[in-house]
Nanobody, 116 residues
Framework: QVQLVESGGGSVQPGGSLRLSCVGS????????MGWYRQAPGKQRELVAR???????IYADSVKGRFTISRDLAKNTIYLQMNSLKPEDTAVYYC??????????WGQGTQVTVSS
């Protein structure tokens, strides 16, 4: 059973930074493709950043150069370092784990609010 627990959300002023963490409680963590998604009120959930099992990363155009996804395999954890935050980054951020055989699991989400 895949369990994901996010933390690190909160409120920050524009231009500020936050770091989100997602701990996975399952085996073979290194074989999963991991990602961060977000959903703003009234909008569809969208990909923010993804790190494949091999370590390659992709980012949404809206966050390139500001956000960085990373992982610590020893801790079964992925991170999302968010810098230069903008009001439009306000959303619930979800961690996702996609297994090599196709199944997908989600965390409960963590709220990020960027406001002055």
């Amino acid at each position: 059973q895949v369990q994901l627990v996010e933390s690190g959300g909160g409120s920050v002023q524009p231009g500020g930074s936050l770091r989100l963490s997602c701990v996975g409680s399952f085996s073979s963590f290194s074989r999963y493709h991991m990602g961060w998604y977000r959903q703003a009120p009234g909008k569809q959930r969208e990909l923010v950043a993804r790190i494949r099992s091999g370590g390659s990363t992709i980012y949404a155009d809206s966050v390139k150069g500001r956000f960085t996804i990373s992982r610590d395999l020893a801790k079964n954890t992925i991170y999302l370092q968010m810098n230069s935050l903008k009001p439009e980054d306000t959303a619930v951020y979800y961690c996702n784990a996609e297994a090599w055989y196709g199944s997908s699991s989600w965390g409960q989400g963590t709220q990020v609010t960027v406001s002055s």
